[in-house]
C-alpha cells in the first residue's frame, strides 16, 4: 500500500517525494532490473543532517566520508564560458547542496583558464571553452557559505591539479576567507601516524584539508601532496571490479601502512546517470570488503562516486554506515545501538 504524508520508510512504494520520509526521496531505478521500475522511497542525504558518527572522540582517520568525484560537473549547469559545454557529466545538485546532503569530499579539477583559475573538466591538462564549467572561486564560496554556517563540519578538497600560475592555490583560497579554516600541512601526521581527534580538528578550526595532486606545491605552496598522505584505489571500469582493489597511478600501494587515509573510487570510465543507480548500491557494498582486505584490513575513508543519490534504497549512504561503523565500533551500521571500541577509548 502506498503511504502518505511523509510516512514512507526506506523502500516503501511511492509516487512523489512527499510521500516519503526525511531524508528520503522517490525513485525508480529500471537499470537494476524488473523490480526497479517501481519507484521507491530511496536515500538522498545523511541523517541526521550532521554526516559525522554522533562520538568525534576518535582520531580522523577512523571516520569515512562521502565523496563526490567531480563534483562541479553537474549536469544542466550553465555555461559561465559563453560556450556551450561539451563534456561528461557526474553530479546533479550544486556543490552547497551536496554539503547539505551530507557529502564531505569534493573532488575538483582546477585549471588556468582566462587569468584566472576554473573548475573544467577537460584532457590532455588543457581547459577549453567547451570543457569550462565555472571559476573554481564561485564553488569555494559555495564550501565558505557551509563552513560558515556549520561550525563542527570538516570539509576534505582533493584537486586534480592542472594550475601553473605561480602560488595559484594558495593565492585562491585566501582570496575565497577559507584560510581561517585550512588544516595547515605542519598539522597532517605522516608516516602512517594516528591523525587529530575529529573533536580537536574542530575545536582548532581545522575544518578544511586541502589535498593536491601536484607534489611540489606541499613544498612552494603548503598545499599537501596527496599521495603522501593517502593511498587510493584505480578510478573507472577497472576499478569496479569486486575481486580486487588495485591502486591508481601515482598512488602508494593500497596495503601501504605510511598512509593512514585510504579513498575508494566506485564509478565507472564514462559516467553514466541511468546504471548510477546499480552501481551506488551491492556493486559498492561488496568493494568495501574488498579495498579493506586490499588496504591490510583497513576500512576506506572517503568513498568516491557519480550521481550519489542515486541507488536501489540505501546507497552510497549505506555504505557510509557500514564503513563508520566498522570503525567506531566493530558493527555494520552506525546507525544502530554502537558503543566506542574499546581499541580508541584512550583518545575519548
Not at 553537474?74 to 547539505?100: A, M
Not at 576534505?156 to 592555490?169: A, R
Not at 564509478?267 to 570488503?289: E, Q, R, T, V, W
Request: aromatic share 12%.
Amino acid at each position: 500500500m502506498l503511504k502518505l504524508r511523509g510516512e514512507g520508510g526506506l523502500g516503501t512504494p511511492c509516487f512523489s517525494d512527499s510521500a516519503c520520509a526525511s531524508g528520503l526521496y522517490c525513485f525508480a531505478c529500471p537499470a537494476a532490473g524488473a523490480s526497479g521500475f517501481q519507484p521507491k522511497c530511496t536515500r538522498c542525504r545523511i541523517t541526521p543532517t550532521s554526516a559525522f558518527p554522533k562520538n568525534t572522540s576518535l582520531p580522523f582517520n577512523k571516520y569515512a566520508w562521502l565523496t563526490t568525484h567531480n563534483s562541479f560537473a553537474i549536469f544542466g549547469s550553465p555555461s559561465e564560458s559563453g560556450v556551450p559545454i561539451i563534456t561528461f557529466f557526474n553530479q546533479e545538485d550544486s556543490v552547497l547542496e551536496q554539503l547539505n546532503n551530507g557529502v564531505r569530499g569534493l573532488m575538483l579539477d582546477m585549471y588556468d583558464f582566462r587569468n584566472d583559475i576554473w573548475l573544467c573538466h577537460s584532457f590532455r591538462g588543457v581547459c577549453y571553452d567547451f570543457t569550462a564549467f565555472r571559476p573554481a572561486s564561485k564553488t569555494l564560496a559555495e564550501i565558505k557559505t557551509f563552513l560558515d554556517s556549520n561550525p563542527t563540519e570538516v570539509i576534505t578538497i582533493f584537486i586534480e591539479d592542472y594550475v601553473t600560475s605561480p602560488n595559484g592555490l594558495t593565492s585562491l583560497f585566501s582570496k575565497a576567507g577559507l584560510m581561517k579554516y585550512w588544516m595547515p600541512v605542519a598539522a597532517m601526521p605522516s608516516y602512517g601516524r594516528l591523525w587529530p581527534t575529529l573533536q580537536t580538528m574542530i575545536q582548532r578550526n581545522h575544518r578544511l584539508l586541502v589535498f593536491t595532486q601536484n607534489s611540489t606545491k606541499e613544498a612552494t605552496e603548503g598545499v599537501a601532496f596527496q599521495w603522501r598522505y593517502t593511498t587510493e584505489n584505480q578510478y573507472g571500469d577497472d576499478g569496479m571490479n569486486n575481486s580486487s582493489c588495485l591502486k591508481r597511478g601515482g598512488s602508494p600501494a593500497m596495503s601501504d601502512m605510511s598512509r593512514s587515509l585510504i579513498v575508494q573510487n566506485y564509478f565507472p570510465s564514462n559516467p553514466n546517470p541511468i546504471n548510477a543507480c546499480k552501481h551506488n548500491s551491492d556493486g559498492l557494498f561488496k568493494m568495501l570488503s574488498t579495498c579493506y582486505a586490499a588496504s591490510g584490513n583497513r576500512w576506506s575513508n572517503y568513498i568516491a562516486v557519480d550521481f550519489y543519490k542515486r541507488s536501489t534504497g540505501g546507497g552510497a549512504f549505506r555504505a557510509l554506515d557500514r564503513l563508520n561503523g566498522q570503525m567506531e565500533c566493530g558493527c555494520e551500521d552506525v546507525t544502530k545501538t554502537c558503543t566506542v571500541s574499546h581499541v580508541w577509548r584512550t583518545f575519548v
